[in-house]
């Protein structure tokens, strides 16, 4: 076989495919967000309570507690309501 020139080499390996990976499509989706009133909160013990109680349910991404408002932000994917509320209330606290 004799030496290829440019044009013939860059169409040979175009046809092979020249190594390059299969593009594979992600689909990619953005988080849920749902908020809380938690109106027994009190302290910093209780801000972690709640925010560990949470933090242990599926899909949860991240929990952020404002204690001057009461009010609990959960982000994540496919948030299971009754399931976050059965954990703010399995840690002692009632969810509105």
Not at 30 to 57: K, N, Q, Y
Not at 66 to 71: P, R
């Amino acid at each position: 076989m004799g030496v290829l020139t440019e044009p013939e080499q860059a169409s040979q390996s175009r046809r092979a495919g020249a190594g390059e990976p299969e593009q594979q499509t992600k689909e990619c989706t953005m988080p849920e967000t749902t908020t809380f009133t938690v109106p027994g909160m009190s302290c910093e013990h209780c801000t972690r309570a709640v925010s560990d109680a949470l933090s242990s349910v599926p899909g949860v991404r991240s929990v952020e507690v404002d204690l001057d408002t009461k009010l609990v932000r959960v982000e994540g994917d496919d948030l299971d309501d009754p399931a976050l509320r059965a954990a703010i209330e399995e840690a002692g606290y009632e969810a509105q």
